[in-house]
């Protein structure tokens, strides 16, 4: 299941289409719901649903003759914009779609003003992830009143504040009848934290760590076909699509068979679109080799994984994480890279000692803010389990480290106690004499699949193409709530933030 697809047409039965009497409407959002468009829609989408014109609440709108649509969270600034609206009738009807509940004392009395409901208080950043509009608790009530799920809540933070919450928002949908079965385990950053400070080479992954992408919401199949790509594999991924382009346009030069010609001019739209991404894509993996090379990634890389796994790429035992990573501070690398080596290597678990740490303050001119931020890792790795075993199966050298997710989704899918176990206390809302239905309300195929929900503080890329790849291959449907999805720089700026 898509998430973006499904939300889009929600949006667009729920929203777009208030009423048949009318044909062509004004839109008008709010800054919250914006927020809910922004990653599910383009503005041509929107426009193609008899949409006149789009405006935002918060800014000076000229009369128009013509229905209007609100897609609004209601607030008291909301509530008076649209009580002017009505009073200066700007426009003909007024349709106000609400995502949050408000008292009949907060609706406006009118003729021509109609209210509607609609639990949307979530955010669809992927295909399977969603982050708050409003709060966790809210976001995933609407989740999973909009699939129709009922969670055996587990948690497996260190903390219980937040599974005490959701276990409330879990209990009220007990009662319904209508509601399919469904697990929901909590997890906090430190499950793994290895994983949001070390570079991985899958084309998405990268372009965003190296902050060289300007779109996040391209549906485009060629970006669908390579995102997930180790770099190395992409150029002669999108040279091949090259060629065959050149191929076809030197078809048309010799062809002389009019059915044939024809059959390519009829091609020609889509090959356009094609063209246009391939040479965009091929510019953006050539900017994304370039800074590697520059930053010397490769050679970064080696240590990253060394002091991840454990392991060199030979299989033996690495035990030179503080010489090595005392061996870059000197030389010219980027300072961030250098940062990030010395936070992995306290994450997994050693302890700098107070010379050490002196030394650190003066080669990379430690703030206080950076300092802090050793001491939340120091109390974040106490509930951290490092994968101790080896792993030789791997096609590239700097490419060995596996996200514990894929431990934690894995060993979940094949009913095994997880490795997770330890890490605390595990709790669940889950009743013993309770059988578990497998069976999923949106899934029309006859093997239907089950649905998992995680809970993450923060996400990174990697994780997210993990999460979208076990759920094709295994028999869940897997989606993850989160508060952000991080860059290992946007992460560094969470631990500066976060109070643990």
């Not at 699939?147 to 959701?166: M, W």
Request: with cysteine.
């Amino acid at each position: 299941m898509n998430l973006k697809e499904m939300m889009r047409d929600k949006i667009v039965k729920d929203v777009l289409r208030p009423s048949s009497e009318d044909e062509w409407h004004v839109f008008v959002y709010n800054a919250s719901t914006a927020r809910i468009l922004t990653y599910i829609f383009t503005k041509t989408q929107i426009l193609s649903n008899e949409i006149l014109s789009m405006q935002r609440l918060e800014l000076k709108r000229d009369p128009i003759p013509y229905p209007a649509i609100y897609f609004v969270t209601h607030c008291k600034e909301t509530y008076k914009a649209i009580k002017k609206d009505v009073k200066n009738k700007i426009y003909t009807k007024y349709y106000v779609v609400h995502t949050n509940r408000i008292n009949e004392n907060d609706k406006i009395i009118g003729e021509n003003i109609f209210y509607k409901y609609v639990d949307i208080n979530f955010v669809v950043i992927n295909e399977r992830i969603f982050t708050g509009l409003n709060g966790v608790g809210d976001a995933i009530r609407s989740f999973s009143s909009i699939l129709k799920l009922r969670f055996n809540v587990i948690n497996l933070r260190a903390d219980t504040d937040l599974y005490e919450q959701l276990k409330t928002c879990s209990s009220t949908s007990e009662s319904r009848n209508e509601y399919y079965n469904s697990d929901l385990i909590v997890l906090d950053r430190s499950f793994d934290m290895i994983v949001p400070l070390i570079h991985f080479f899958n084309f998405e992954s990268l372009i965003h760590d190296l902050n060289l992408c300007e779109n996040n919401t391209d549906e485009s199949p060629l970006y669908r076909e390579i995102r997930y790509m180790h770099i190395a594999d992409t150029n002669s991924v999108l040279n091949s699509k090259a060629q065959k382009l050149v191929e076809g346009m030197k078809k048309i030069d010799k062809k002389t068979d009019i059915n044939e010609i024809h059959k390519l001019v009829l091609e020609a739209p889509e090959n356009i679109k094609l063209k246009e991404s391939v040479n965009r894509y091929i510019n953006l993996a050539e900017d994304t080799l370039n800074l590697f090379e520059k930053e010397q990634l490769n050679y970064i890389a080696t240590f990253e994984q060394n002091i991840s796994t454990g392991y060199d790429n030979k299989g033996n035992r690495y035990h030179g994480g503080l010489k090595d990573v005392f061996g870059i501070l000197n030389q010219k690398i980027r300072r961030e890279n250098k940062f990030r080596l010395v936070l992995l290597l306290l994450s997994t678990h050693y302890d700098f000692q107070t010379n050490e740490v002196t030394k650190l303050k003066e080669k990379l001119m430690l703030t206080d803010q950076e300092i802090k931020i050793f001491e939340k890792l120091k109390t974040m790795r106490k509930n951290f389990n490092k994968r101790k075993e080896y792993n030789s199966k791997f096609t590239y050298e700097i490419s060995r480290y596996d996200p514990l997710l894929h431990d934690l989704l894995r060993a979940f899918v094949q009913n095994k106690n997880n490795r997770f176990s330890n890490l605390v206390k595990r709790e669940t809302t889950e009743k013993k004499e309770s059988l578990r239905k497998s069976s999923f309300v949106f899934m029309k195929h006859e093997a239907k699949k089950k649905t998992l929900v995680l809970y993450i503080d923060v996400v990174t890329y990697p994780e997210m193409m993990l999460i979208n790849q076990m759920s094709e291959k295994s028999s869940y449907e897997i989606f993850v709530c989160t508060n952000q999805v991080v860059t290992p720089k946007e992460y560094l700026k969470w631990l500066g933030e976060i109070k643990i």
